[in-house]
Each structure stands twice: as C-alpha cells, then as structure tokens.
C-alpha cells in the first residue's frame, strides 16, 4: 500500500520544480507501491539529499543577512520537516527571516542564499512580492553555488541582483502536477466509488474511474 502523506503530499499540489527532484519524490510513490519501505536516512536522500536544521534561522556577517533558501520549498514548515516528506525551507521561515532581517538595525543587506530545486507553488508568488517590495528597505542579493531552479530561481529573481558560480545551476521553469489514479486498483479491489458534485469540474474524476480529457484541459489551464 502506498503511503498517504506521500501520496497526498506529491499530488495535492501544483509544482515549480526542477524535474530530476519531482523525478525521485514519484520514484518513492513506486517504491512504495512494490513494497519497498525506506529509512528515514534514505527517504532524505531519495528526495532531495539534504538535511535541512529545523531552526535554521538567517545569520549576520559583515552587516550581511544570510537567509538560507536550501531544499524543496514548501508553503508551511510542516511540510517540510517529517518522515513522509522532503527536508527544505518553508515560506513561513523565509517571511519570517526577512521581515526580521529588514527591522534589525545591524543588517546593511539581505543576501539568500539559495540551494534549492524549487517546490510547491503555493504561497511562493506572493513571496516573491514581498521580497521585491523589500528592496524599497534594504539592498537584497541572491546568490547560488548550487542550484537555483523554478520556484527558488522565482524568489530569487526578486532580488536587486542575482549571482550564480560557474558550476551552479540556474533556471528550470515551469509547473508541473501529477495525478494519482487509483481506479484500476479500487476496480480489483472491488470497489465502485460514485462522486455526486454541483459542476463538472467539481472535484476532478481521478478517483471515479479515470482522470478525463475534459479534466485534463481544465487541470492544463490551471497550471498554464
């Protein structure tokens, strides 16, 4: 049986994500599915390979705020921090440094310091606004010497500027979203499972026996 906070934490969400990382976080949907159970250790580093200090909070250097931006990005902190999901950097803590950063009087400028493949869309846009309307305080840098992409390149592209070291990775955009249709399985389990709803679109058929193609483009619109 697939694991349910794996599962709903891979397909309940729209990503901005460099491919290779959504590429391991559905190979453990897989693993799951034939059985395989990973250790906690190897869940890490068949997501993203990096372990992220819960507390992890910015440091002052030289008047420099260094806000680090490391793994997958996700809205809440809880989404980032258990067994079922990818070590990274929430939204909230990223508000939180910022605004921190902004009102203490020994930080000069904020620097990101951003490894990370990007993550879930939700809550990065306006992230990225704040991050911009903060210039107006203080000069922001972002800066990368491993991997800047989709959602974390989004922030990251907020700043007054941008540096990247020769063998650092930048780029990757794009949203993704992945379905998990289970039909087949409900079928041979023996179940028919009916969804009465007040629209078409209300609550996509993923789990009524197939995703459709009218579901599909209304989905392809949303991610567009």
Known sequence: ????????????AYWAMEPRTLDRMLGIITRHAE????????????LDGKR??????????????????NGVIAKHASQVGGVSQPRGTSVEAIRKDLRA????????????????????VSGIAEMADEIFLARQQKPIIAHTEGLMASAAYWLGSQANEVYATKSASVGSI??????????????????DLAVLKSGSFKGPDKITG??????????QEEID
């Open 1 to 12: 049986m697939i694991d349910k906070a794996i599962l709903a934490y891979i397909t309940e």
């Open 35 to 46: 059985g395989i159970r990973l250790a906690e250790e190897e869940l890490v580093a068949a």
């Open 52 to 69: 992220q200090a819960k507390n992890t909070t910015y440091q002052v250097v030289s008047g420099n705020a260094i806000i680090p931006i």
């Open 101 to 120: 950063a902004l009102e203490d009087p020994t930080v000069e400028r904020i620097v990101l310091s951003i490894d990370s493949p990007g993550g879930s």
């Open 174 to 191: 794009g949203v993704y979203a992945t379905i998990a249709d289970d039909s087949r399985r409900m079928k041979n389990e023996g179940f």
């Open 210 to 219: 197939g995703f459709g193609e009218k579901q599909a483009e209304k989905l």
